[in-house]
């Protein structure tokens, strides 16, 4: 059998407000996914609102229950 080519990823906000998205990339990859998305969550300084573009950076999946 084959080995997959892709990796499911978590990708955790840099906020540190616990918001999450979830990715695939390649298991060839030497790096770590970085990417900047909307956190609904974290709280904009400027404006005092909440929800703002934040860094996403690669974190691994727990292990699943069977």
């Known amino acids: 059998m084959a080995k997959a080519g892709y990796v499911k990823v978590r990708l955790e906000s840099e906020a540190g407000t616990g918001y999450r998205y979830y990715a695939k990339r390649s298991t060839r ?3 770590k996914i970085r990417k900047k998305k909307y956190d609904p969550w974290a709280l904009n300084e400027e404006t005092g609102k909440k929800g703002m573009h934040v860094f996403f950076v690669e974190k691994k ?3 699943h229950k069977k």
């Open 29 to 31: 990859a030497e790096y």
């Open 61 to 63: 999946l727990p292990p």
